[in-house]
């Protein structure tokens, strides 16, 4: 006998397909050797005999129930069945996929005892190479202008009378499916006394960047992040605001300023 604990069965071709359990993309199939010439069979299925033709058994008769070679349950096929579109992997953990059981004689039906003759296992990675790129993979300059040192007043605040700068950021990505989750965040060195600035090389001054809600992306932050959507070119152009702040509350040292940040693009 063959079966499986697995759910949600799909007739797919000569191959039945279930769904794994944690894993929304993948499904798969098991097919197992039968030794009495009907070949591989999909799993579940009720007692066949482990004979063939020139070799079948009599009462009395000691049987070869030995496991491998060319037994019933001696070898078996595995397909899987993409669900859904995946993007980046997806990963099959120890997942059982279907036992064997022996039992004398033909019960008829497919009931069984609980303890497998064999138990299938599968594990596995399907990775997608796909990827996106920033800006054609170069830097986004931004000047942010010019400021009077005495405009940084208050910590955390933008100088008076600033206006924040746009950044329009391209984004061109490949194999990707439309449907995919995909963020935009800001990695970079995080100013101690104001945690959504990115420190500048003025002790003094950070840049605080935003959505186009001006609402802070706060840097390493994986939950801080600005959803886009591809279109049929799998182009995005996503809208950015920077703008310097006083970290410290005190007068900054007059003089130019830098600072560097990354952008990164997750997808699920």
């Keep these: 006998m063959g079966d499986t604990t697995l759910s949600n069965p799909q007739n797919v071709g000569d191959f039945i397909y279930y769904d794994i359990p944690g894993n929304k993309e993948i499904q798969v199939a098991t097919k197992i050797y039968t030794r009495s010439g009907s070949g591989y069979t999909s799993v579940p299925f009720g007692p066949i005999n482990n004979y063939s033709t020139n070799d079948r058994y009599n009462c009395n008769t000691a049987m070869d129930l030995s496991l491998g070679g060319n037994n019933t349950g001696g070898a078996i096929q595995v397909s899987v069945r993409l669900k859904k579109s995946i993007v980046g992997q997806s990963t099959i953990n120890n997942v059982l996929v279907a036992?064997?059981?022996?039992?004398?004689g033909d019960t008829g039906g497919t009931s069984h005892g609980s303890?497998?003759?064999?138990?299938?296992?599968?594990?596995?990675?399907?990775?997608?190479?796909?990827?996106?790129?920033i800006n054609a993979g170069t830097q986004v300059v931004v000047n942010l202008g010019e400021m009077y040192a005495t405009d940084f007043k208050v910590k955390g605040q933008m100088p008076d009378n600033y206006t924040p700068k746009q950044i329009n950021i391209p984004i061109q990505c490949n194999d990707m499916s439309a449907t995919a989750n995909l963020t935009l965040r800001v990695e970079g060195t995080a100013s101690a006394d104001v945690p959504d600035a990115i420190q500048s090389d003025n002790s003094d001054v950070g840049v605080i960047i935003t959505n186009d809600e001006m609402l802070p992306l706060t840097p390493n932050n994986s939950s801080s992040v600005v959803p886009f959507k591809l279109d049929d070119s799998y182009h995005s152009e996503v809208t950015l605001y920077?703008?310097?702040?006083?970290?410290?509350?005190?007068t900054p040292m007059e003089g130019m300023f830098t600072t560097l940040a990354y952008l990164r693009v997750d997808f699920s």
């Design 115 to 133: 303890v497998a003759t064999t138990n299938i296992y599968l594990n596995g990675t399907v990775t997608v190479p796909q990827n996106c790129v």
């Design 242 to 250: 920077a703008y310097p702040v006083g970290i410290t509350g005190k």
């Design 99 to 104: 036992s064997t059981y022996w039992n004398m």
